[in-house]
Structures are given as C-alpha cells and as structure tokens.
C-alpha cells in the first residue's frame, strides 16, 4: 500500500504565504514525477488543474497561473513533495491534491497515486 499525506494547508490573506508538503509513504520502489494539482470550488474532479510537478531529476512544470508566484521542490530521501506558495490571491483558493508516479516494485510499471488533498482558503 502507498499513501500520500499533505499537510500545510489553511487560510491565509491575499498576499501572503504558505507551504504545502507531502510525504509518500508504504511500499515503494521508486517514485517518478511528484507534483501539485487543485481544485476549485464548484468544480468536477476531472477539472483539477496541474499547479506544479517536478521529476526525479528535479525539472520543473508550473501552470500558467502561478508561474513566478509558486515554488515545487523535493526531498528524494524523505519521499516529499513541497510546494511553496507566495503572493496567494483569492483565485488560489482551492483543495490542493498531491499526486506522484510511483512503482511499488521493480516488476511493475509506474502508477499514479493521489494524496487526500489540504484545503487552501485565501480571503481579499
């Protein structure tokens, strides 16, 4: 079993500052891509928009949106994920979901697992 616990989230004034984690955890080959979707009130789960994503090998990827505003680091040793979000505007607000490719074993290919997701709440 392979588990991926965010923390971090809450609420916050526009302009201000929060970091988000996440740990994976369990039976865990290797990991892949680890990153960073959300999902904004009112909307489906298939509209979770890509906030950031980082590789094994730390390229970035970052949506339009937060580009210069949002950070996406990793710590390969503690299996985390970070997301370090600066200068949060209201349109930020959403749950925020930590997803990663993970292998479980070296038999077997690369799976997608999803976190529980930490709600991000930014108030004007």
């Known amino acids: 079993q392979v588990q991926l616990v965010e923390s971090g989230g809450g609420w916050v004034q526009a302009g201000g500052s929060l970091r988000l984690s996440c740990a994976a955890s369990g039976s865990i080959f290797r990991i892949g891509a680890m990153g960073w979707y959300r999902q904004a009130p009112g909307k489906q789960r298939e509209q979770r928009e890509l906030v950031a994503r980082i590789s094994s090998s730390s390229t970035t990827d970052y949506g339009d949106s937060v580009k210069g505003r949002f950070t996406v680091s990793r710590d390969n040793a503690e299996n985390t994920v970070y997301l370090q979000m600066n200068s949060l505007k209201p349109e930020d607000t959403a749950v925020y979901y930590c997803?990663?490719?993970?292998?479980?074993?070296?038999?077997?290919?690369?799976?997608?697992?999803w976190g529980e997701g930490t709600q991000v709440i930014v108030s004007s």
């Open positions: 997803n990663a490719d993970i292998r479980t074993s070296a038999l077997r290919p690369g799976n997608p697992y």
